[in-house]
T-cell receptor, first 114, second 118 residues
Framework: AQSVAQPEDQVNVAEGNPLTVKCTYS??????LFWYVQYPNRGLQFLLK??????LVKGSYGFEAEFNKSQTSFHLKKPSALVSDSALYFC????????????FGTGTRLQVTL | GAVVSQHPSRVICKSGTSVKIECRSL??????MFWYRQFPKQSLMLMAT?????????EQGVEKDKFLINHASLTLSTLTVTSAHPEDSSFYIC??????????????FGQGTRLTVV
């Protein structure tokens, strides 16, 4: 069985400050890890992924995430938050293979204020 | 990135009627598509995995006779909510992962369908 934990329901950060949204995972074998963002009443937009290679992954809109195998973590980060980053963020894991289903975390609401 | 189109984006139907939701991969082939349900302020719950040319695989607790899934081609999957009731009101999202070698491994999501049963 595979699972994802996002321990924070909400993260609050001031615009211009760095942000971190936490994610830990559990999966047998090598993981595929993903971050998605969801705006109200919309589907999910892909931000970034880790498949193999460099542990630091850069994605859309200035976001990046660091894969840490020993801590089974894949935290999402951004050096300088924007108010427009406010949204719901989901971490997801799957086993290798494109037909493998994604398992999502419970989501973390990011609130960026002026 | 690849595009997944989901239609309709919003539907209101009367209790007891059936509603069909379409999910299309526009620029890639998807052997497998996934259907999710999302309750307010909650995560996505996988309902079923739709396989082209074969029966869908339903997650535990999901009624296959209630939520009919058809994956008629490599670019189209449909979810039909049969005899809908108010408790079926929810946000339904489809996703697809490319089956072509060399195409991105991430899943692409449709825009979602807000179903309201009155």
């Amino acid at each position: 069985a595979q699972s994802v934990a996002q321990p924070e329901d909400q993260v609050n950060v001031a615009e211009g400050n760095p942000l971190t949204v936490k994610c830990t995972y559990s999966v047998s074998g090598n993981p595929y890890l993903f971050w998605y963002v969801q705006y109200p009443n919309r589907g999910l937009q892909f931000l970034l992924k880790y498949i193999t290679g460099d542990n630091l992954v850069k994605g859309s809109y200035g976001f990046e995430a660091e894969f840490n195998k020993s801590q089974t973590s894949f935290h999402l980060k951004k050096p300088s938050a924007l108010v427009s980053d406010s949204a719901l963020y989901f971490c997801a894991v799957s086993r290798t293979g494109t037909a493998s289903k994604l398992t999502f975390g419970t989501g973390t609401r990011l609130q960026v204020t002026l | 990135g690849a595009v997944v189109s989901q239609h309709p984006s919003r539907v209101i139907c009367k209790s007891g009627t059936s509603v069909k939701i379409e999910c299309r991969s526009l620029d890639f082939q998807a052997t497998t598509m996934f259907w999710y349900r999302q309750f307010p302020k909650q995560s996505l719950m996988l309902m079923a995995t739709s396989n082209e040319g074969s029966k869908a695989t339903y997650e535990q607790g999901v009624e296959k006779d209630k939520f009919l899934i058809n994956h008629a081609s490599l670019t189209l999957s449909t979810l039909t909510v049969t005899s809908a009731h108010p408790e079926d009101s929810s946000f339904y999202i489809c996703s697809a992962r490319a089956s072509n070698p060399g195409v991105a491994t991430e899943a692409f999501f449709g825009q979602g369908t807000r179903l309201t049963v009155v």
